[in-house]
C-alpha cells in the first residue's frame, strides 16, 4: 500500500478530511473508533503541517476552535459570558504553583472550596423570575446549542426555583449520565444489538444531542449545578455558599465538595477522594479546588480558556498489575480486528475487570506484549482497561511466544488488510462478514445510500438473524412472503419495501458507492468517483496511485478504495448486484455530465455569488463534469470569485491557481439562462 506522503500539502488536506470523520464519531456519534491520544496525534501532525504551510491552513481548521462542536438541528445560543474550560494541575507542586500565582495578585485570605471534577457536559441555564426558561450546551465556549427540552426531561431539575427569586439567574453545571443508568442503558442496547456506549460521558454527550426528546427523557440524564453566574449581586460572597443557595433552590449538586481553610486541607480533600471517587454513582476524573471569596474572582479574571481563580487536580488513572491468561481478536462493526486480553481478574478503579484493550499489533510489538505476562493495566476514560507494560521482571517460561496478529478475519476468513495511514488491521467484507453484516445492510439501505425506506437496523438484525441475508444483494432475492414472514410486517408494508427495493436499482452511482460503506468514503467522495469515472468498473480497475490524483482524494481514501476492489468478497457482491440491475454508471440519474466542458477541471468558490446560490453552483460544476472543493489546493483549477471573498483568494494567488468572476464562470457553462 501507498503511505501517505509526510509533510505535503496532501497529507495536510487529508488530514483535515481524517480529522472531520472522526470528529464526528466521537462528537456526533459517540461511537469513536480511535482512542484520544491517536486523535490527539493526528491534530498535532496537522498543527505541525498548518505552521509549515499556513496559507492553506482552512479557516475552519480544528486546530482553531476551543473544542467541541456546534451541531445543526439546535438553536445556536451565544452565551451571555463565554464558558470557560480549566486549568490542569497534576501533583501538588504544581498545585502549590497555582497558589502561589494567586497569591502575586491578591492578598486577602480566602480559603478554598473542593469539590469532584464531574466527567459531564458543562450547561448553562437560565431561570426567569425562578421559572426555566432556557438552557445550553457548551458549545465552543461562546456559542453552544440550544438544549432546554432536553433539559426538561431531568427529573431533578427544577423547572420552578423555591422561593421567591426575582429577575434573571444564570446556573452553570454538568449533565452526566449516573453508573446505574449508564449500566442498564447498555444492558438494554445489548439485548437489541445496538452498539454499547463505551462510558458514560458518551452516554451522556450522545443522549443530550438528541432532537427527540422523549429519547431524552427514555434513556434519563442528571445534573449537577456548581455555579451561581454573578453570585455578588445576589449577596452570595464564598463559593461555599453558592452551592448551598443553589441547593436551597432546588437545584441538585452533588454531595463530594468540602470548604478547605486551607492548602493543607485542600490536600486531604484530594487525597481522600482519590480512592472514595469510586463510590460515587457518577464519574470524576479529578477534583476542582476554587477561590472561596467570590469577590476576588473578577479581579483574578481569566486566560482565553480558563479563569485564575480555580485548577482542576486530575488523578492519575488506576493501576493495578495481573496476568495475561489469553488473547482474543473481536471483529468490529467497522471491520477493525482489535486485540483484546483477556486477564486474571483484578480489582481496579472500583469495579473487578478481567478484559483488557491492547489496540492493534504495533502496540502490542512496540511493548512486547505476550500471553502468560504480567502486565500493569490502567483504566483511564473508557470501560475497558488497557495494557500500559509488561513487567519484564516477572516473565517466565509462561510467556515464550511473541504474539502475532492474524493474517485472516477471525469470523468470515477474508484476507484481514492494513490500509495506509491505519494502525489497524481490517476485515474488508462489508458485504458478508457476520460481524459487519448488521451495520453493513442497515447503511446501504440508509437515505444517502440506497434509499430503502423501511430498511432501517432492527429490520437488518432480523433479517439477518433469521439466516434470509448473508451477504447485502440478498435482499433483492427476497419474496413478498419472506418479507411479510418478519415481525411487525403486514402485506402493504411488505408490498412497500419490495417497491422501494426494486427502485433503489435506479439509484445513482454515487449513491450506490456510497451505500458500499467503503471506508472513508461518503456521500461526496463518492460523488467524486462517480463523477471522475463514470462507472464502477472503471473505478474497480483503477489503481491506488490514479485515485489519489483525484481532486479530493488522498492517498489514505485511495487506498480504502483500491484495498475495498482486491477483496474477493465485495467483488463478488459487486457482480451479484449488478446481476440484479443495480445502477453501475453514471449515465442515468446521476450527476450526468450533460457535456463534458468541466471535466477533469476542478473549482472552489469564495465569496457571495449574485446570479445564483453557492450550493446551485456547485451542482452546476458537478452537471457538467467537473469537481467542487471547499479549499484552494494546487490542485485547483479555478477560484471562482463571487462578493467578498477573503481568505481564498490569497491562497489562490500564492499558488498559482486561475482566479476568475462569476461571470467567466458562467461562459465557461455557456449557461444563458
Ligand atoms: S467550575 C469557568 N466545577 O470541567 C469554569 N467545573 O475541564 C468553571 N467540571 O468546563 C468550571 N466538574 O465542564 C467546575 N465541580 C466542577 C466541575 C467542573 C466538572 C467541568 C466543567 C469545565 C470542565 C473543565
Redesign the pocket.
Known amino acids: 500500500m501507498m503511505d501517505a506522503a509526510a509533510d505535503s500539502p496532501a497529507r495536510l488536506e487529508e488530514l483535515y478530511e481524517l480529522i472531520a470523520h472522526h470528529a464526528s464519531l466521537y462528537y456526533d456519534k459517540d461511537a469513536p473508533e480511535i482512542s484520544d491520544a491517536e486523535y490527539d496525534a493526528l491534530l498535532r501532525e496537522l498543527l505541525d503541517l498548518e505552521k509549515k504551510y499556513p496559507l492553506l491552513m482552512h479557516t475552519n481548521s480544528p486546530t482553531q476552535r476551543v473544542g467541541g462542536t456546534v451541531l445543526d438541528g439546535f438553536k445556536k445560543v451565544k452565551h451571555i459570558r463565554p ?4 486549568d490542569n494541575v497534576f501533583n501538588s507542586t504544581e498545585l502549590a504553583s497555582f497558589w502561589g500565582r494567586v497569591q502575586n495578585n491578591i492578598h486577602e485570605d480566602s480559603g478554598f472550596t473542593c ?4 466527567d459531564g457536559l ?1 450547561v448553562s441555564l437560565l431561570y426567569e423570575d425562578g421559572i426555566f426558561v432556557r438552557g445550553a450546551t ?1 458549545g465552543n465556549g461562546r456559542v453552544g446549542e440550544d438544549v432546554t427540552e432536553n433539559l426538561r426531561t431531568i427529573h431533578e431539575l427544577p423547572l420552578r426555583l423555591k422561593g421567591s427569586i426575582p429577575g434573571q439567574v444564570e446556573v452553570r453545571g ?1 449533565v452526566l449520565m449516573s453508573w446505574k443508568r449508564f449500566n442498564s442503558l447498555n444492558e438494554l442496547r445489548e439485548s437489541r444489538g445496538e452498539t454499547l456506549f463505551a462510558n458514560p460521558r458518551n452516554a451522556a454527550a450522545g443522549t443530550l444531542r438528541q432532537l427527540d426528546s422523549s429519547i431524552v427523557a427514555e434513556r434519563g440524564l442528571d445534573i449537577f449545578l ?2 451561581l453566574v454573578d453570585a455578588p449581586s445576589r449577596g452570595v460572597i464564598r463559593q461555599s455558599d453558592a452551592l448551598s443557595w443553589l441547593s436551597d433552590r432546588g437545584l441538585p449538586i452533588q454531595p463530594a465538595w468540602e470548604r478547605c481553610p486551607s492548602l493543607s486541607e485542600v490536600d486531604t480533600f484530594i487525597t481522600r477522594w482519590q480512592e472514595e471517587r469510586f463510590n460515587l454513582d457518577y464519574v470524576t476524573d479529578g477534583a ?1 479546588v476554587k477561590l472561596d471569596d467570590l469577590t476576588l474572582w473578577d479581579g483574578l479574571g481569566a486566560t482565553a480558556h480558563a ?1 485564575r481563580w ?1 485548577v ?1 487536580y486530575k488523578y492519575p488513572p488506576e493501576e493495578a498489575q495481573t496476568k495475561i491468561l489469553s488473547i482474543d481478536i473481536s471483529v468490529g462493526r467497522t471491520g477493525a480486528l482489535t486485540p483484546v486480553a483477556n486477564l486474571d481478574p483484578v480489582r481496579l478503579g472500583g469495579t473487578i475487570v478481567q478484559r483488557a484493550g491492547l489496540h492493534n499489533g504495533d502496540e502490542i510489538r512496540r511493548k512486547d506484549i505476550r500471553v502468560g505476562d504480567v502486565v500493569w493495566v490502567r483504566k483511564a476514560a473508557e470501560i475497558i482497561p488497557e495494557v500500559v507494560a509488561v513487567d519484564f521482571s516477572a516473565r517466565s517460561g509462561d510467556a515464550s511466544i511473541p504474539f502475532q496478529m492474524p493474517t485472516h478475519c477471525p469470523v468470515c476468513g477474508s484476507e484481514a488488510v492494513r490500509l495506509s495511514g491505519e494502525a489497524v488491521v481490517r476485515c474488508l467484507n462489508r458485504a458478508s462478514c457476520p460481524a459487519q453484516l448488521k451495520e453493513g445492510l442497515s447503511y446501504f439501505a440508509s437515505r444517502e445510500g440506497m434509499d430503502i425506506r423501511g430498511l432501517g437496523d432492527k429490520l437488518s438484525r432480523q433479517l439477518i438473524d433469521c439466516g434470509k441475508v448473508k451477504t447485502l444483494s440478498d435482499i433483492y432475492d427476497l419474496t413478498i412472503e419472506d418479507w411479510a414472514a418478519m415481525d411487525r410486517m403486514g402485506t402493504k408494508s411488505a408490498k412497500n419495501l419490495i417497491a422501494a427495493i426494486e427502485a433503489s436499482k435506479s439509484r445513482p452511482l454515487s449513491a450506490l458507492i456510497a451505500a458500499l460503506g467503503i471506508r472513508y468514503v461518503g456521500k461526496r467522495v463518492a460523488e467524486l468517483l462517480a463523477a471522475h469515472f463514470g462507472n464502477m468498473d472503471q473505478i474497480k480497475e483503477s489503481s491506488e496511485e490514479k485515485l489519489a490524483e483525484i481532486e479530493g482524494v488522498g492517498p489514505v481514501i485511495a487506498s480504502s478504495v483500491a484495498a475495498f476492489f482486491h477483496d474477493s468478497a465485495n467483488l463478488d457482491l459487486l457482480e451479484r448486484l449488478k446481476a440484479r440491475g443495480l445502477n453501475f454508471s453514471s449515465d442515468k440519474k446521476d450527476i450526468r455530465p450533460e457535456n463534458d466542458v468541466l471535466r477533469g477541471k476542478s473549482f472552489v468558490f469564495t465569496g457571495e455569488l449574485s446570479s445564483m446560490k453557492r450550493s446551485e453552483a456547485e451542482t452546476k460544476v458537478k452537471t457538467f463534469g467537473g469537481s467542487v472543493s471547499s479549499s484552494v489546493s494546487a490542485k485547483t483549477s479555478y477560484l471562482v470569485a463571487g462578493d467578498r471573498g477573503g481568505s481564498k483568494l490569497k491562497k489562490a494567488e500564492q499558488l498559482g491557481v486561475s482566479v476568475i468572476s462569476e461571470e467567466e464562470f458562467l461562459k465557461m457553462l455557456d449557461f444563458s439562462d
Not at 464558558?83 to 480549566?86: D, K
Not at 469539590?115 to 464531574?118: A, F, L, N, P, S
Open positions: 464558558m470557560l474550560s480549566l469539590e469532584m471534577k464531574i458543562a457548551r454538568e456548581y455555579y476542582v479563569p480555580a482542576a
